[in-house]
């Protein structure tokens, strides 16, 4: 989606599908089981924290196999580049290649433009009202 970041659902006044016109329908698939490759030792050391560093990621509960297949396909380029030869490296590659990190989600940015964030694991807590129930069962003597 081009142009710039939107803003985080909890920033707005409202929902966007409130909005009109701006929300979307969501086709759905099936989610299949996820085999996530392992990094090949001889890569650079930037890509090999990339490639971690992906699998350890929120947005990866959404990579499926060809996604993890493109991620292993674009570190190996990326290593590729960092351990050119008579270390000559060309922009135009570095650009290509970190232009395609966009395609798996890699930044924050990249998730808000397709209406994806991650948010922190909410702590289970008990609802006010039995905290409340408890208190007063404390204060009458019956708990």
């Not at 990326?78 to 351990?83: M, N, P, T, V, W």
């Not at 000559?88 to 964030?117: A, C, H, N, P």
């Not at 008990?126 to 003597?141: E, F, H, N, W």
Request: aromatic share 8%.
């Amino acid at each position: 989606m081009p142009g710039p970041v939107p803003d985080r659902e909890d920033n707005l006044a409202r929902p966007r599908e409130r909005k009109g016109g701006d929300a979307t329908p969501v086709t759905r698939g099936t989610l299949r089981p996820v085999t996530v490759p392992h990094p090949d030792k001889e890569w650079h050391p930037i890509a090999l924290r990339l490639y971690r560093a992906l699998r350890s990621s929120g947005q990866a509960d959404f990579y499926q196999d060809s996604d993890w297949a493109f991620a292993y396909s674009l570190c190996e380029d990326l290593s590729y580049y960092k351990q050119a030869p008579s270390g000559k490296r060309s922009g135009q590659m570095l650009q290509t290649i970190y232009s395609t990190f966009e395609r798996l989600l890699v930044t924050e940015g990249d998730r808000r433009r397709v209406r994806i964030e991650l948010h922190e694991q909410e702590e289970e807590s008990t609802p006010a009202s039995v905290t409340a129930i408890a208190s007063y069962r404390k204060d009458l003597g019956l708990a």
